[in-house]
């Protein structure tokens, strides 16, 4: 699932291509891509019609267009999502679910979603305690890191009162937004922590370090365009990203650890997968014991 520098890569390409465009018309293609919208597609099309784009926003993994009535269009990509950027006459895309095009008759938007897990819905907005007004299905989400307004004291208080896994909080979109599975294990990687490790035995610095290690996984993959590990995460240009070449863990089952040559294991996560090096990150022992973090 796309995670932070992914979803940001989308937000800028669409931020330039549609901010102050006007919608003409909106064809939902397959009902299930709006089916969060609770008054159905007809009234998705007919509402979005004639609103203008004022500008394209993200916090976390979600990104909205919000419109010039006080009211937003929030997307999610799910596992699949792709928001397009493309000529009226380009030849419409196999799993094409939405299609808007604008005023102005030039590059449409259009939303492809081969599994259609991801979507689209109209939503009003509400307050924000400093960021002024937020879709309602993104009020409940935290700041994420590279959100300049986030309070790190209190994000570092919230994971150290957690007995749960380092790992577990940090994928918590209610902690800090935005780190997924992947951003994670780099950020643990490169602090020399298992995600396993319990959050409540990390002190105070080592707490920081790793929300800066993950800030800075994080910066560094958005300027390469983000991590694509197949087809299904580009750009709003159909392009891929490259950070996958400078992964340190993640994938990277039974290769060597740049840092100390162990060979890099995987275990299983919440449906998902782990990757760590067994010598840098040491996992911690049952029960709960506290154990050398590996540095």
Not at 210 to 218: H, P, S, T
Request: with cysteine; aromatic share 6%; net charge positive.
């Amino acid at each position: 699932m796309p995670e932070l520098p992914e979803v940001e890569v989308v937000r800028r390409g669409l931020e330039r291509w549609v901010a102050g465009r006007v919608v003409s018309v909106v064809t939902v293609v397959h009902p299930r891509a709006v089916r969060r919208h609770e008054a159905g597609t007809g009234d998705f099309e007919a509402r979005l019609a004639g609103r203008k784009v004022e500008a394209v926003s993200r916090r976390g993994k979600y990104l909205w267009f919000r419109l010039d009535d006080d009211h937003a269009v929030v997307g999610h990509l799910g596992m699949s999502g792709q928001l397009l950027m493309q000529p009226a006459d380009a030849l419409d895309e196999k799993h094409l679910r939405v299609r808007v095009t604008f005023a102005d008759s030039g590059r449409e938007l259009r939303f492809v979603d081969q599994r259609t897990f991801g979507g689209l819905a109209l939503t009003a907005m509400v307050n924000d305690d400093v960021a002024g007004r937020l879709p309602i299905p993104v009020a409940h989400i935290a700041r994420d890191l590279l959100d300049p307004q986030l309070d790190e004291d209190t994000v570092v208080r919230t994971i150290r009162a957690r007995r749960s896994g380092i790992k577990r909080v940090l994928l918590d979109q209610q902690v800090a937004s935005g780190i997924g599975n992947i951003y994670a294990d780099e950020a643990l990687w490169r602090v020399h922590l298992h995600g396993e490790r319990s959050a409540h035995s990390l002190s105070a610095a080592d707490t920081r370090a790793l929300l800066e290690a993950a800030r800075n996984v994080m910066s560094e993959a958005l300027e390469q365009g983000g991590t694509s590990f197949d087809a299904l995460y580009v750009n709003v240009n159909g392009e891929s990203g490259y950070f996958d070449r400078r992964l340190e863990a993640y994938g990277r089952e039974g290769e060597p650890c740049s840092r100390c040559g162990s060979m890099i294991r995987r275990s299983a996560f919440m449906n998902r997968s782990s990757f760590w090096c067994p010598r840098c990150q040491r996992q911690p022992r049952a029960h709960g014991r506290r154990t050398s973090n590996g540095r």
